[in-house]
């Protein structure tokens, strides 16, 4: 199973062509792409035009949902940002560390195009999707 990041459907509704979106779009076609609560706010936030949102819309209702908020999951990602803090990293976006330790948790690989899931992938074994 996959999780792509906000970065991947940023390009994906932009329509931009790229070794990443081929990777999204072969994950679509064999239904293996997960989504959670925070990337569907961050991606459907975006569109100013309501047709272009109600089609968003309908691509994430179609997704494998897996719920993540919660003090527990929220607790998890907390403790993953703090240790990289020690480490004297700091994630530009929260919401990266949340995401991050959603797919760490759950096994899942993630498909990103964000420098910040780097260090996550490098200390604290978060799987990413390798694309060429």
Not at 40 to 57: C, P
Not at 60 to 80: Q, T, V
Not at 95 to 107: H, K, L, P
Request: net charge neutral; hydrophobic share 45%.
């Amino acid at each position: 199973m996959i999780v792509a990041d906000t970065s991947i459907w940023i390009d994906f509704f932009k329509g931009v062509v790229s070794p990443r979106i081929d990777a999204l779009v072969a994950g679509l076609k064999a239904r293996q792409v997960a989504v959670t609560d925070i990337i569907i706010v961050e991606v459907l936030q975006g569109f100013r035009d309501d047709s272009e949102y109600a089609v968003a819309q309908k691509i994430m209702d179609g997704l494998i949902y897996r719920p993540f908020w919660g003090k527990r999951n929220m607790e998890r990602a907390a403790s993953n940002y703090r240790f990289l803090r020690k480490k004297g990293i700091t994630i530009r976006k929260p919401n990266d560390v949340v995401i991050g330790t959603f797919c760490i948790e759950n096994a899942y690989q993630l498909l990103h195009h964000d420098q910040d899931f780097e260090p996550m992938e490098k200390f604290l074994g978060l799987q990413v999707v390798v694309v060429n």
